[in-house]
Nanobody
């Protein structure tokens, strides 16, 4: 089992920045990819970014490229999502997820473990 705990959400004005953290514990050696997803009210959960746990390769959805950066600290078993130039449409609950296998990383169905989420609200 892997446990994930997100932190760092909050209220920010448009154009501002936030950094989300996701601390993992348990069988972290089994993690292949860590991802961030978000879900706005009335919408489906959508892929935001992912990082290969060992190689550090990163992947982003088009709408956040150039504004968000995903990174990891293997020693701390923590993944970060640095968000900049935030827009009201970035408002959502942000979830951290972990996959233990090499699968399509943009599909939330391919992730095995999930955190409870952290709210990000961007005001205009």
């Amino acid at each position: 089992q892997v446990q994930l705990v997100e932190s760092g959400g909050g209220l920010v004005q448009a154009g501002g920045s936030l950094r989300l953290s996701c601390a993992s514990s348990g069988r972290t050696f089994s993690i292949y990819v860590m991802g961030w997803f978000r879900q706005a009210p009335g919408k489906q959960r959508e892929f935001v970014a992912a990082i290969n746990w060992s190689a550090g390769s990163t992947y982003y959805t088009n709408s956040v490229k150039g504004r968000f950066t995903i990174s990891r600290d293997n020693a701390k078993n923590t993944v970060y999502l640095q968000m900049g130039s935030l827009k009201p449409e970035d408002t959502a609950v942000y979830y951290c997820a972990a996959s233990v296998r090499n699968r399509v990383l943009t599909d939330y169905m391919n992730y095995d473990y999930w955190g409870r989420g952290t709210q990000v609200t961007v005001s205009s």
